[in-house]
């Protein structure tokens, strides 16, 4: 069965620490790859993708990810998190047509 | 881009009922999903909705329950019917526009059954 996997449900960082969440997936085709997040009180962004080629990804607000084929992995990283990170994360997938979405991360930045 | 607005933003109501939930977007579109985001969950898509056709309604949803409206490219609703506390939840709706893997979602309405 199609699935993602998110093991950290709740992460909390102070500012300046780094981090990773995890996000695996189950998935028989090709697949693209996706983090979105959801800032306090907002609509679901799309914070980067991945499609295909390099499998360092850099997305908006100095977050990246790394694709790792052999592991089924997407995990999302950022050097140095801020306060204003503080949100939840989600990573996706998508098959032919559809998304399967984990069942996210919540992040609390302290500041 | 795609800007999306549901109505309404939030609801309370009572076991047995039905809420129409709406989705507008800004611009036209050919595929709108809608998706439902229980507590502590993912979030499940329910149904990808095209204009023109019918509805598609993904594995434990059905269209008795989750009746869907698809009347131009820019709105759609979502109707949950007889309503029982387990649908309380966060239901989005969500576009595709600029691609086949840039979606766009709306704020979500969050409805609570007594």
């Known amino acids: 069965a199609q699935s993602v996997s998110q093991h950290n449900h709740h992460v909390i960082l102070s500012e300046a620490a780094s981090l990773e969440l995890g996000c695996n997936y189950s998935?028989?085709?090709?697949?693209?790859l996706f983090w979105y997040v959801q800032y306090p009180g907002q609509h679901l962004q799309l914070l980067l993708k991945?499609?295909?080629?390099?499998?360092l990804v850099k997305g908006i607000k100095g977050f990246e990810a790394e694709f790792i084929k052999s592991k089924f992995s997407f995990n999302l990283r950022k050097p140095s998190v801020q306060w204003s990170d503080t949100a939840e994360y989600f990573c996706?997938?998508?098959?032919?047509?559809?998304?399967?979405f984990g069942t996210g991360t919540r992040l609390k930045v302290l500041a | 881009s795609a800007v999306i607005s549901q109505k309404p933003s939030r609801d309370i109501c009572q076991r047995g009922t039905s809420l129409t939930i709406q989705c507008q977007v800004d611009?036209?579109?050919?595929?709108m999903f809608w998706y439902r985001q229980q507590p502590g969950q993912s979030l499940t898509l329910i149904a990808t909705?095209?204009?023109?056709?019918?509805?598609?309604?993904e594995s434990g949803f059905v269209i008795d329950k989750f009746p869907i409206s698809r009347p131009n490219l820019t709105f759609s609703t979502l109707t949950v019917s007889n309503m029982s506390p387990e649908d309380s939840s966060i239901y989005l709706c969500?576009?595709?526009?600029?691609?086949?893997?840039?979606?766009?979602f709306g704020p979500g309405t969050r409805l609570t059954v007594l």
């Open positions: 969500s576009v595709e526009k600029g691609g086949p893997d840039t979606q766009y």
């Open positions: 998935y028989g085709g090709t697949v693209n």
């Open positions: 991945y499609f295909s080629g390099d499998p």
């Open positions: 996706a997938v998508r098959g032919t047509y559809k998304y399967i």
């Open positions: 611009s036209q579109v050919t595929m």
């Open positions: 909705a095209n204009q023109g056709s019918e509805a598609t309604y």
